[in-house]
């Protein structure tokens, strides 16, 4: 990038990150996408390219090669011990460090005409991954916390006040995190790390759970709390949280550390939504009412998927 200016000064946003695809394209000697839509942008980007049945996927900084890395490598792992995961596609090189972006290939799934995954179908698919056995490769522990800080340093238009207060939280909630961690070895093990129904894709019949960023050894409660909170959070009826319960076979809000692991989650939560505040009026308004919540310590007030 010797006439581009480093990534940590370009923002990561779909125009940059779409020009990160076109040139990794270039680079490799695929053809550049014709029409590409947009997924999701938030830790990455991602992008479907159905001309080339192609979904490319976007780190924000090039720097990012061992979090990528163990993307790749679990996708590979989870299709060797035939899990229903999505491989990457290892026909093109990759990854591909481009305009301070790491860009990676992945299997493109059309939208079918079967229904959506369930939250039964999430419950299942937890167990299957929370019995399979420790990879041959190396995971690494269950942090969320120096994800969280380094959001809080690159934070744009957030107010002051916010920021000191979600630093304090994150300093308040750590020791407690990781003292539970270790109090219970014997419920520590490979977890998906960002288990919610939005990273469930349907392929025929078959329901397969993707991304792989926040992957980690840590406590499997872990997992299920996306599912437990969106009744709060998110709306989800009380009777489709019990159906998952009975599917995977725990109730994680029965679990003693709960409130520990639930901060935790919300906190890595609305960090997350900070990034995109400058980017969007709708995120920068939720993002303000789940501050406002934080700060009141309203375990139920109502949130909103964006």
């Keep these: 990038m010797s006439s581009q200016q480093p990534s940590h000064l370009v923002p990561f946003a779909e125009s940059t990150a779409a020009s990160a695809v076109k040139s990794a394209c270039g680079e490799i000697g695929v053809p550049s996408p014709r029409d590409l839509e947009l997924l999701r942008i938030g ?4 992008f479907a390219d159905p001309s080339q049945k192609l979904v490319y996927r976007v780190a924000r900084s090039d720097t990012l090669t061992a979090k990528v890395a163990k993307e790749l490598a679990t996708a590979r792992w989870l299709v060797r011990q ?19 972006r790491l860009v990676t290939f992945w299997e493109y799934v ?40 380094g959001r809080l340093e690159r934070a744009e238009g957030v107010a002051e006040a916010d920021l000191v207060f979600l630093e304090a939280a994150c300093r308040n909630a750590e020791d407690d995190f990781h003292a539970l961690v270790a109090a219970d070895p014997a419920a520590y093990g490979l977890v998906h ?14 329901v397969l759970l993707i991304d792989y960023e926040a992957v980690a050894m840590g406590p499997r409660a872990w997992d299920l709390l996306p599912t437990a909170t969106a009744v709060d959070r998110f709306g ?38 900070m990034q995109n505040v400058t980017h969007s009026a709708a995120e920068a308004a939720e993002f303000a009412l789940r501050m406002e919540s934080l700060r009141r310590g309203d375990l139920g007030a109502r949130w909103h998927a964006l």
């Design 43 to 46: 830790e990455n980007a991602l």
């Design 236 to 273: 989800l009826p009380p009777t489709e949280y019990a159906a998952f319960v009975d599917t995977y076979g725990m109730d994680v809000t029965k679990h003693p550390g709960y409130r520990t692991l639930r901060t935790v989650r919300e906190l890595g939560m609305t960090t997350w939504l």
């Design 193 to 206: 790390g960002d288990a919610h129904r939005g990273n469930l894709l349907r392929r025929g019949e078959r």
């Design 82 to 100: 035939g899990f229903p995961a999505i491989p990457p596609r290892d026909d093109l090189t990759q990854p591909v460090a481009v305009e301070g």
């Design 110 to 149: 059309p939208p079918g005409a079967h229904p959506a995954p369930e939250l039964s179908d999430l419950a299942q698919l937890l167990r299957a991954l929370h019995a399979l056995p420790e990879p041959d490769f190396v995971v690494p522990p269950l942090n969320p916390f120096p994800l969280m800080r």
